[in-house]
T-cell receptor
């Protein structure tokens, strides 16, 4: 079993829709949870991070963590064509430095 | 520039050749990471540098892979005797420090080198 599982998609939605992207993980030691956005032929960029369980909101984006279920989500409200990208969840593994385990990424397409 | 710079952006080479991939991190970033991203797969950790030292080389797939960093700046990833399975995007990232808490020290990625082995 992979440490981090993520549905690869692709996920296609109409502009304005609410998007839900999800990951499950197996390592209960994970404490920080990150979402990266990767546009085609570009490097990933950190979108949001959260610590432990709960919600965090940033504009149209909300990150949600449920540690009891080992399940994290990223919600995008009022989705825009510019949100079309691959979204990767990621978790740093403790070990003295920021060693990050990434999900495979979900490709999102927002149709105008 | 202000971001992480990688060169070349694309590299096509024949099986068995050696390749060198270069990463210029953000100035002042002490931590540097190399990842491999195969088509349809997540990022695979290769190696981590703190300064010029590499405390963790555990992700290097074989002894054909090596990396070095000099001047606490530029890093080079070398793949010897390339194989077709080495075809991937090789990404470099740097961060101000290497604390596990990512909030103030996120990893900034370059756009990668797309390596194709014929």
């Amino acid at each position: 079993q992979k440490e981090v599982e993520q549905d690869p998609g692709p996920l296609s939605v109409p502009e304005g829709a609410i998007v839900s992207l999800n990951c499950t993980y197996s390592n209960s030691a994970f404490q920080y949870f990150m979402w990266y956005r990767q546009y085609s032929r570009k490097g990933p960029e950190l979108l949001m991070y959260t610590y432990s369980s709960g919600n965090k909101e940033d504009g149209r984006f909300t990150a949600q963590v449920d540690k009891s279920s080992k399940y994290i989500s990223l919600f995008i409200r009022d989705s825009q064509p510019s949100d079309s990208a691959t979204y990767l969840c990621a978790m740093p593994v403790s070990g003295g430095y920021q060693k990050v385990t990434f999900g495979t990424g979900t490709k999102l397409q927002v149709i105008p | 520039g202000a971001g992480v710079s990688q060169s070349p952006s694309n590299k096509v080479t024949e099986k068995g050749k050696d390749v060198e991939l270069r990463c210029d991190p953000i100035s002042g970033h002490t931590a540097l990471y190399w990842y491999r991203q195969r088509l349809g797969q997540g990022l695979e950790f290769l190696i981590y540098f703190q300064g010029n030292s590499a405390p963790d080389k555990s992700g290097l797939p074989s002894d054909r892979f090596s990396a070095e960093r000099t001047g606490e700046s530029v890093s080079t990833l070398t793949i010897q005797r390339t194989q077709q399975e080495d075809s991937a995007v090789y990404l470099c990232a740097s961060s101000l420090g290497s604390e596990v808490f990512v909030g103030n020290q996120p990893q900034h990625f370059g756009d990668g080198t797309r390596l194709s082995i014929l």
